[in-house]
């Protein structure tokens, strides 16, 4: 974090992060955007998902903006398949495919980019997971969908969490925290306030699928501390950062 601080500082962070484990990969492409390239929220009553920041961040992975497919991100926990190019899949907050390069988008303000990549069967997913899909999940769904859909077995898959909420700076009231497991919840400082480790979770959720520890990789940056990235917790303008992931 102190790294990325002082490039932001310098004006050298870069208009996509990524994993490095995941970007050593050649049938890979992936990358977690900053506000470098504007936010990556759809433009109200806009016809198309494909915003002009959204089509930037294709063309830094070089995938054509036409081939990139948004989930609607509604904070549940529905898994789809997609085969072919189209705009937003609705009511889903998490994609799969086996289709080189098509690209896979979901958009974020402090919730986790959730990605998968099965390097045998040739396949990846992608899910939005805050607390509701989280608390839903959302990951192992993911898990489930790759393993039904192209055969996927969970200890083959590479798993990346992306930038999101740390679990120091996200405070949840009892009810929120009431659906985790006692491990990810610790009290607050703040009376009748927990802090909530969404990233602990989602890992953990991995590796119940199946999915082994040594194949999860985390990235550090947490949205609220990163004027970088986009956080509804810190600023509520409605600016969002976005995943997007494709086989190459």
């Known amino acids: 974090m102190r790294r ?4 932001l500082a310098s004006g050298q962070v870069p208009a996509v992060l990524q994993l490095p484990p995941l970007a050593a990969i050649a049938g890979l492409k992936h990358g977690f955007s900053t506000l470098t390239l504007g936010s990556m929220a759809r433009i109200v ?3 198309d998902s494909r915003t002009p920041a959204r089509r930037a961040l294709a063309e830094e992975l ?5 081939n990139v497919v948004t989930a ?8 789809a398949r997609v085969d072919e190019p189209q705009d937003l899949v609705p009511q889903t907050d998490g994609l799969v495919t086996d289709r080189v ?4 988008l979901v ?4 919730c986790y980019p ?5 390097p045998v069967r040739r396949a990846v997913g992608l899910a939005h997971a805050g607390w509701r899909g989280t608390a839903a999940g959302i990951a192992a769904k993911v898990v489930g969908t790759l393993a039904l859909h192209f055969g996927s077995r969970p200890a083959d898959l590479l798993a990346g969490l992306g930038p999101g909420i740390c679990g120091r700076c996200y405070q949840v009231p009892p009810e929120v925290a009431a659906h985790f497991e006692r491990r990810f919840v610790r009290p607050a400082a703040t009376p009748s306030r927990f802090q909530l480790d969404l990233r602990a979770a989602n890992r953990r959720h991995l590796e119940r699928a199946g999915v082994l520890p040594n194949q999860v990789f985390e990235h550090p940056a947490c949205t609220y501390e990163s004027s970088f990235l986009a956080s509804h917790r810190r ?3 409605g600016s969002r950062c976005a995943c997007l992931v494709a086989l190459a």
Not at 62 to 66: D, K
Not at 101 to 104: A, E, N, S, Y
């Open 235 to 237: 600023r509520p303008d």
């Open 45 to 47: 009553g806009g016809a």
């Open 72 to 79: 609607g991100a509604v904070h549940g926990s529905r898994v």
């Open 107 to 110: 958009t974020a303000a402090d």
């Open 62 to 66: 070089t995938l054509p903006p036409e």
């Open 4 to 7: 990325l601080s002082t490039e």
């Open 101 to 104: 390069g098509l690209g896979l």
């Open 114 to 118: 959730v990605l998968l990549f099965d």
